[in-house]
T-cell receptor, first 116, second 115 residues
Framework: DTGVSQDPRHKITKRGQNVTFRCDPI?????LYWYRQTLGQGPEFLTY????????KSRLLSDRFSAERPKGSFSTLEIQRTEQGDSAMYLCASSPGQGPAKNIQYFGAGTRLSVL | AQTVTQSQPEMSVQEAETVTLSCTYDTSESDYYLFWYKQPPSRQMILVIRQEAYKQQNATENRFSVNFQKAAKSFSLKISDSQLGDAAMYFCAYRTPNTGNQFYFGTGTSLTVIP
């Protein structure tokens, strides 16, 4: 078990560019979450997948944001036409659908996005 | 709306001493879960301890324990025999199965451990 893996760890981009982040959850975890964390704040929920189905989306997830989990394993988060306000840490978490740990979310180390 | 409040942006503790981090939450639900997560600098968040609301007994994990006061909607974390490795940002989080699967996080408390 290698934990939740996120790639890249850091991304610097220019305003207006598109960026894509990847998250590999713990194997056999069917639930996957994306959060955004800005400096001095706790993580804020963006979206949730159960297997390949995107079941919940936050109002924070504007039209420029899209997330996918095509095969129910890894997930990608894409931001189109990035803005300076998108600069943040993007966290991915996963959890099992059953068992004693079903209510625990396991976090990756995050992708830090800087929009210049 | 569910909100989680951590009123202590920063705390410090002498090594080997005890420190308590505060957390309050607002909810109308009766079934929910509470968590404390630790986020060391530039590292991933890890679960410290969790509490199910239906359990009256306070959760304990080695040097970490909670004081869960359901009526007061309070969920404080006590760290005993503090160690240098405890220095981190600590986040209180809340989840209820009735409003989806997301966690609601507080703004965090930065803990410094003084040698």
């Amino acid at each position: 078990d290698t934990g939740v893996s996120q790639d890249p760890r850091h991304k610097i981009t220019k305003r207006g560019q598109n960026v894509t982040f990847r998250c590999d959850p713990i194997s056999e975890h069917n639930r996957l979450y994306w959060y955004r964390q800005t400096l001095g704040q706790g993580p804020e929920f963006l979206t949730y997948f159960q297997n390949e189905a995107q079941l919940e989306k936050s109002r924070l997830l504007s039209d420029r944001f899209s997330a996918e989990r095509p095969k129910g394993s890894f997930s990608t988060l894409e931001i189109q036409r990035t803005e300076q306000g998108d600069s943040a840490m993007y966290l991915c978490a996963s959890s099992p659908g059953q068992g004693p740990a079903k209510n625990i979310q396991y976090f990756g180390a995050g992708t830090r996005l800087s929009v210049l | 709306a569910q909100t989680v409040t951590q009123s202590q942006p920063e705390m410090s503790v002498q090594e080997a001493e005890t420190v308590t981090l505060s957390c309050t939450y607002d909810t109308s639900e009766s079934d929910y879960y509470l968590f404390w997560y630790k986020q060391p600098p530039s590292r991933q968040m890890i679960l410290v301890i969790r509490q199910e609301a239906y359990k009256q007994q306070n959760a304990t994990e080695n040097r970490f324990s909670v004081n869960f006061q359901k009526a007061a909607k309070s969920f404080s974390l006590k760290i005993s025999d503090s160690q240098l490795g405890d220095a981190a940002m600590y986040f209180c989080a809340y989840r209820t199965p009735n409003t989806g699967n997301q966690f609601y996080f507080g703004t965090g408390t930065s803990l410094t451990v003084i040698p």
